[in-house]
């Protein structure tokens, strides 16, 4: 995730149990790009073990080849394109999402991608750009190309991160696709994680903004899928996680007002699982210096009761 999931973060996640893979933020690819500095950094630090996944995003052929032949020669697991990122200033210039509106360009890149890259060549799609229905046109091209997987974002560009979530045609892609298929979207319980892997019969799950609000959500699916029970942090444990979040990200040449603003960022996933009436999320968005920032997590969260993180059943 884009000015979230750098080396530091990994790291921060691996202390709680960690992903099996992770996967880079996108290197942005054009006709004069060059592979952006600090996610080289990230991948060549990676302290976790784990192996990463090196993802791009552009739609110039030359330049897309030229760049995953460099990302080959850094410890990656597989180089995977982006075609599902819903921002304006990227699809609009036919980047991202903004690829799915035209399934003959993207039959020609990953063609040339496929030719280029000798290790794992991955995808990570929407399910159409205007519209589900689009998802039955794009699958043959994927087919066509011998991804290695296919990680399947199942909403629209246009629906943003908006619900529904339409695992119904994760489980088509399962169905149809020879490649494994991983299953993203809206997952933040070991409950719900069971939930769209039986429904989809995904290989894998991809999972983004549930673990900046949970790091345990990793091994709560790990525990869950054991048929073990499900334990959860407590509001303690919480603080510990946003303290440690701050020393991840802490910066010695920022001043701290940019820290705390760095921070909000990251709280305005976690606070949604503090407290329903979304109170502690409203007090931390005007906080200005790291005092009033803790203050604020230990008036909420400086008890030993469970905090779940999850959303309301239903939603
Ligand atoms: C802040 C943020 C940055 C993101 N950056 C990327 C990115 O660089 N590449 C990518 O494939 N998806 C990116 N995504 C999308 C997520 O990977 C994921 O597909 C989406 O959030 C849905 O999964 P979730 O409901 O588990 O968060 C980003 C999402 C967020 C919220």
């Known amino acids: 995730m884009q000015d979230v999931t750098d080396g530091a973060f990994w790291k ?18 054009h006709a004069s790009s060059r592979l952006e500095k600090w996610i080289v950094a990230s991948i060549e ?3 976790t073990g784990r192996p990463v996944v090196a993802q791009m995003i552009g739609n ?16 990656v697991a597989a180089v995977d394109l982006n075609l599902g990122c819903p921002a304006p200033i990227v699809y609009q210039k036919c980047a ?10 993207i039959d020609a890149i990953l ?3 496929r030719d280029a890259v000798s290790i794992k060549f991955t995808v990570k799609t929407r399910v159409g750009f205007a519209s589900p229905d689009e998802f039955d046109s794009l699958l043959p091209i994927f087919a066509k190309h011998s991804l290695d997987l296919l ?10 991160y908006r619900l529904p979530v339409h695992y119904d045609l994760i489980r088509h892609a399962a169905e149809a696709m020879k490649c494994p298929i991983c299953a993203n979207g809206h997952v933040y319980s070991a409950d719900q994680a069971l ?20 790091p345990w959500l990793f091994d709560q699916i790990r525990q869950r899928l054991r048929g073990n029970p499900v334990t959860y942090p407590s509001g303690r444990d919480v603080i510990e996680y946003i303290t440690a979040l701050w020393e991840s990200q802490a910066s010695f040449a920022a001043p701290e007002k940019i820290q705390v603003e760095r921070m909000k ?13 979304g109170q502690f999320l409203h007090q931390i968005r005007r906080a200005a210096t790291r005092t009033d920032f803790f203050r604020i997590c230990s008036e909420y969260l400086d008890h030993d009761q469970v905090m779940r993180l999850e959303p309301p059943v239903g939603a």
């Open 111 to 113: 063609g040339a991608l």
């Open 265 to 277: 960022k990251f709280m305005n996933y976690l606070g949604e699982g503090v407290g329903v009436e």
């Open 195 to 214: 939930e769209v892997v039986t429904q989809t019969k995904a290989q894998g799950l991809m999972i983004g903004r549930g673990v900046i609000r949970s």
């Open 45 to 47: 630090q990676n302290a």
């Open 60 to 75: 110039d052929i030359p330049s897309l080849v030229r760049t995953a032949k460099e990302l080959q020669h850094l410890p």
């Open 12 to 29: 921060l996640m691996h202390r709680y149990g960690g992903a099996d893979i992770y996967w880079t933020e996108y290197f942005r690819v």
């Open 96 to 105: 991202g999402g903004g690829l799915l509106r035209e399934p003959q360009r």
């Open 151 to 160: 990680t399947v974002h199942a909403r629209t560009v246009a629906q943003m």
